[in-house]
Every structure is written in C-alpha cells, then in structure tokens.
C-alpha cells in the first residue's frame, strides 16, 4: 500500500531528445513535478509538445536522458531492461488509443494477459478475469474476439487488463482519441470510478478538454516544458 | 510464464495461406530428406540383412566381391576342412561352394536388359539361408539344369517365372521355384545347382564358400587360420559384414547426393520461412510493443516467436513425412556397382529417420525463425507502439 501522503511519482529535471538523422531534438526540457497516490491528471498540449513521451517515460517504456524519475519510491531511470519489464508488469496498467488488444486472443485471454507474468494459479487467474470483465460490464463477451466487439467494448477490455494486476498507477493515452461521444463518456465514467472507488492513480493524455474534464488536475505541456498554467 | 502458446499458434492460424505455402515448401525439403535416408536405410537394410551374423564367406583376398572372386577346388575342400566348420544333421561339412556369373536378362514388358547375379550353390546352400523362403514351386534338383529365381527377378525379368525357361550358357533352363528372401539382395539372384553352373560356362573354379562356424565366437580363430594358410590366398569376412560392404558405395552416394540436394533445397525453405517470419514480426510490431509494454520480457518475444517458427517448421516436418511414408510402396532397382549385378529395394522407414527428419525440420524453423524473432524482441517499445 503506497503512503498517501508521500507523491506517488517524482520528476525531477526530466530531460528527454530524439536523434533526428545528424539532429538532437528536444522533446523534454528540464521537468519537475510531482503527482499524489490517487489523483486523476490529465497531460494536454499541442502535438510534439512531448506530452507522450513524459507518459512514456512514467510507464517505463522510454528512458530520459537526464534527471530522475521516482515512480512509488523506485527510481525507474535507473532500471535494466529486464528489470524495468518486471517492473511495469507489477506497477503499471496500458490503456492505449487503439486499444492494442492481440487479435487472436479472446476477450478473456487479452485480460489474462498480464497475470501469466504472476504467480496466481490458473483458478486464481479466471476468478480475477470474470471479477474483472463483470466490472467493465462485458461478462457475456468473454469468449469473443476483438473484431467481434465494438470500439468502445475493446477499451473497456483494454481497462480491465489495465487493472487486473492492481497496478500502482494507470496511464492512458489519449483513451478516447478513437471512439464515439456516447463511448468515449462511458470509457472516461469507467476511468474516473477506477480513481475514486479503487482509488487507482492515472496519468492521461488527451487532446481532448472534454474528456480533460474527468481529471482532477491538467498539466499543459508546451514545446517539451511544463505550462505555468499547469 | 511464457507468451501463451495459443497466441503463437493461433497467429499462425490467422495467416492461413502464408503458414500453409510456408510450411510447403519446408515439407517439400523434409520428403526430399527423408526419402533419402529411407532410400540409405532401404539399401542397408537389404544389404546387410542378405547376411547372416552366423555365416562366413570366404573370397579371394582383396577380391571385394564375389564376382571378382575365384577359388580353386583345392583351396576351396581346404577351407571345408577347417575345424571350427560346424557339421549338418546329415554329418557333412555345413558348407556351400559357389559359383557367381552375371548373365543379361530382358525386364518383362520392355526391351531393357539388366545384369543378373545367377548363384551356382552347392546342396547346403539354402540351409544356410534361412531367412529364405521357397514360396513358389520347389528346390532346384541337384545336378540337373534347373533353376529356383528370387521374387523380384520373377517378377521383372522375361522367363524368371515359374514354368518359364531360361537360355543361358548355351543351355535351357528350367525355372522350378520362387523365393521370398525377406526383401534381402537374394530376391535379386537366381539360383541353381553349381556344378551345372560352371560346366555350362566353362568355368573350372568357385567364386566363393560359404560356410557356418560351430560357434560363431571361432570367427577370429578361423579368420587368423585361412589367411594365415601359406596354401590359402583367401580371406574370411563375417556374411553380415561382407553386405554391409557390399552397399557402402551406392550408399554413399545416395547419402552424399541427397544430403546435397536437402542442403540446397532447405536453404531455399529456411530464406523462405524467414520472410514469412520476417512479414510476421512487422504485422505484429503493435503486438509486440504491447506485449513488451505489459512486462513481458525480450527473452519472451524471442521465444514465442522461434517457437512459431518451429510450428511452421514442424507442420512441415509433418507434412514431409506423411508424403515420404508414402515411398514405402515403391521398390526400385538399380545397378550395385560393387556386383555389377541388378538390385531391387526399396525406401524403408524408421523412428530413427522420423526423428533425424522432425529435427531436420525444426531446425529449419529455428534457422528461419532466429533472425526475425531477434528483430522482434529487441524492438523499441515506443516505436513499435507507433506502428498500431
């Protein structure tokens, strides 16, 4: 249990470029913030203000160029490969845009996905992906396919992968970016009852003020640096 | 854990036509494998199971084969007088001095002749041959111009069967019998009384003894008597081993003309299974960021993918194997060049050639498969997420 009192992640002097041909490129300069167990922000800007690579670089898929990043009191910068795999597996839950469900797996095997990389029994396993798929409300369509559900029904499969091992933090990129309104409400409903009743910490990237809205706090990020706004 | 099996599996099952022509082309390579070794395996077997563990045969030293063998009478009654030469239940000498001659045979239904092996034996012969079998007619009377012709001789040449005559060494012969020798070099060979044989090709000398020792043990001691024997210009050879090197050069051949041929050809099928990995890994990029993305580890995506290649590869592996089975039904024929003479075999198979076949296919999988699976797992995890 992560102490609510301390910031669940710490950024401090995050620095990150990209190798253009013979061209380093900025994309985050110099950012320091913190975000509290349990909040619910949003990271909006431009395109190439750097907002998905800062998500990027919390979820552990990235890694910055200088400066720290304390994720519940591991400094994940520092992490070997393998070892920053083991820890996404225990710490992070993926909402992406396009859902990224594997086409070839049942709703229930792409939400029993990230328990193969635990301990839990075979048993254990199916009992958490039921729980799991009756709390996105798709009990009846465990045994589909992606191709069989609709946009909104494949996020709602994506979220409950997102938190079927009780990560520390969720991250979310632009999670609404491909659905319709009537979806794209019942999917930032879902994201905000993960954040007041399991009191799931996420980090989304949205385009979108309207579903910036489900936030309790907006960081704006402009041209690789954090908006005084913010 | 591991990626599930399923995912690797049913993702070959989604690229339907791609894993089947994929997988052919493989299969293709493991009949071409596998038919030669069944081939290699058909050939020893014949070979080597012509003769008995328990039988020695005694040719002129140096001479390789009987065909280049000759033995005088006297060396011949010297080496039947041996002590370690065990006795018949008649209280003679368990011996059989025999006379080789190739003659030229018409196949039944073409004009094609073939050289075959006429045996001149003496009455113990077929006693110390018990693998074969008289399944037609009856034994050759002893002295007379009759003849007994192995199965597949009576099946392909003109004249060989039973009832039908022979002309050969200026006289007609009398075909009396089929035998069945177990699928041996005998159904190559035709039979007859040895003395009729070298009068009618003016022969004065054999070809070869062959004889059964009292134990099998007093080979060496028998071995070491005949070649040391100032009178004896012979050397001793166990039957078995005799055959073996009877069929070591066709079979060397045959061995180093299929394993280049299965060479060439894999490298074709692995370039072939390693596009196909290839176009597999860059459909999947999204995938494979995701699965990295979730915790899974490189060694992981390695894995799962070699293991999809290894699927292709042992669907091939199958495939191949079923066909080549098929190949059981064939016999062919073909010059032992050690014996001048026709032999007929056919493609036998084994657990060990099913094995060396399967693993042969595996490991064209993995060859395919390493490189893009490499690819794969060492992919960067933001980029391949881009690729959604």
Redesign the interface.
């Known amino acids: 249990m992560e102490n609510l009192s301390e910031p669940i992640v710490q950024i401090r002097h995050l620095t990150k470029s990209y190798r253009r041909g013979e061209q380093l490129v900025p994309v985050l300069t110099n950012i320091s913030f913190d975000i509290i167990s349990s909040e619910f922000i949003a990271l909006m800007g431009p395109s190439g203000s750097g907002k998905s690579t800062l998500l990027?670089l919390i979820?552990g898929?990235?890694k910055p160029d200088s400066g720290s990043l304390k994720v519940n009191g591991t400094d994940i910068a520092t992490l070997s490969?393998?070892d920053l795999?083991?820890?996404?597996?225990?710490n992070?839950g993926?909402i992406?845009?396009?859902y990224?469900l594997?086409?070839?797996?049942t709703a229930f095997?792409n939400v029993e996905?990230?328990l193969?990389?635990t301990r839990l029994s075979r048993s254990q396993r199916r009992e958490r992906v039921e729980l799991a798929l009756s709390m996105v409300g798709l009990t009846d369509r465990m045994e589909h396919y992606p191709s069989e559900l609709s946009g909104g029904q494949q996020q709602r499969v994506a979220i409950a992968?997102a938190f079927i091992t009780d990560p520390v933090i969720l991250v979310a990129d632009e999670p609404t970016g491909d659905l319709d309104r009537a979806s794209a409400d019942e999917i930032l409903s879902m994201l905000e009852r993960l954040n007041s009743e399991m009191g799931k910490t996420i980090i989304m990237v949205t385009h979108d003020p309207h579903a910036a809205k489900s936030a309790h706090s907006i960081r704006h990020l402009e041209k690789g640096e954090l908006d005084v706004r913010s | 854990m591991a990626i599930p099996l399923s995912y690797t599996l049913r993702s070959l099952a989604a690229r339907k036509l791609t894993t089947l022509l994929t997988a052919g082309g493989m299969a293709l390579v493991v009949f071409v494998f596998a038919t030669v070794l069944m081939l290699e395996e058909g050939l020893r077997k014949t070979l080597v199971e012509t003769g008995s563990p328990d039988n020695v045969v005694v040719t002129r030293r140096s001479a390789g084969t009987e065909v280049q063998s000759i033995i005088d009478r006297e060396q011949a009654a010297i080496v039947e007088g041996q002590p370690e030469v065990a006795y018949g239940m008649d209280g003679t000498r368990l011996t059989s001095k025999e006379a080789i001659v190739l003659i030229s045979l018409a196949k039944r239904n073409s004009d094609k002749a073939s050289n075959i092996l006429i045996r001149g034996m003496g009455q113990k012969g077929i006693e110390l041959r018990p693998q074969v079998r008289i399944v037609e007619g009856r034994m050759f009377r002893p002295g007379s111009t009759e003849i007994i012709a192995g199965k597949s001789v009576a099946e392909r040449y003109t004249g060989a069967g039973v009832g039908e005559t022979l002309r050969f060494g200026q006289r007609e012969w009398n075909v009396v019998g089929i035998i069945d020798a177990g699928k041996t070099g005998f159904d190559s060979e035709i039979w007859g009384d040895a003395d009729q044989l070298m009068q009618a090709f003016r022969r004065p000398v054999y070809s070869s003894v062959i004889l059964k020792l009292n134990d099998p043990a007093a080979f060496t001691q028998f071995e070491t008597r005949v070649e040391n024997d100032p009178r004896l210009t012979l050397e001793a050879k166990q039957e078995s081993v005799f055959y073996a090197e009877q069929s070591r050069v066709l079979a060397n051949f045959i061995r180093y003309l299929g394993m280049i041929l299965s060479v060439v050809f894999s490298a074709g099928a692995i370039i072939g299974a390693m596009i196909t990995m290839y176009a597999s890994v860059a459909n999947r990029a999204s995938e494979i960021g995701t699965l990295r993305a979730l915790g899974f580890r490189r060694k992981n995506i390695l894995s799962a993918f070699l293991v999809e290649a290894m699927m292709l590869g042992a669907t091939g592996g199958v495939a191949g194997l079923v066909l080549a089975s098929f190949m059981q039904f064939f016999t062919i024929s073909t010059m032992n060049w050690q014996s001048f003479s026709e032999l007929a075999f056919g493609f036998t198979l084994n657990v060990t050639i099913i094995l060396k076949s399967f693993a042969f296919a595996l490991i064209m999988g993995v060859a395919g498969g390493f490189l893009p699976a490499a690819r794969a797992a060492r992919l960067n995890i933001v980029d391949a997420l881009r690729a959604a």
């Not at chain 1, 594997?102 to 797996?105: K, N, S």
């Open positions: 990027n979820a898929i990235d490969e393998a795999a083991d820890w996404r597996a225990a992070v993926f992406f845009q396009f990224n594997m086409p070839v797996l095997e996905l990230p193969l990389l992968r």
